[in-house]
């Protein structure tokens, strides 16, 4: 099973940008999963999926993400991206890195804050 560690949230002002990262375990070069991808949970709702990637490139975003996050993995790499641009309140929430590995196996890190207030 995948290990998946998020990490880059935080405070940001509305407008602002973030870029958060998922690093998997051991040497795994992470654009070879069959799926990579990150969820967001605000305050009193339910996880929802922000943005998918396959290993074929692929990629899927919600509506309310598309033109401002872009999912990412480089090449020989254990580490994926989901760079956020022009945010606002609404995408105060944790959030979360996924996979699928070639098992079929669902991993998940553990969650990382993005918070945006002025």
């Known amino acids: 099973q995948v290990q998946l560690a998020e990490s880059g949230g935080g405070l940001v002002q509305p407008g602002g940008s973030l870029r958060l990262s998922c690093v998997a375990s051991?040497?795994?070069?992470?654009?070879?999963?069959?799926?990579i991808g990150w969820y967001r949970q605000a305050p009193g709702k339910q996880r929802e999926l922000v943005a998918t990637?396959?290993?074929?490139?692929?990629?899927k975003y919600a509506d309310f993400v598309k033109g401002r996050f872009t999912i990412s993995s480089a090449p020989i790499k254990a580490t994926f991206y989901l760079q956020m641009n022009s945010l606002n309140a609404e995408d105060t929430a944790v959030y979360f890195c996924?996979?699928?590995?070639?098992?079929?196996?669902?991993?998940w890190g553990p969650g990382t804050q993005v918070t945006v207030s002025s």
């Open positions: 051991e040497s795994i070069f992470t654009s070879r999963l069959p799926v």
């Open positions: 990637r396959t290993r074929y490139g692929v990629t």
């Open positions: 996924h996979a699928q590995d070639y098992a079929g196996a669902l991993s």
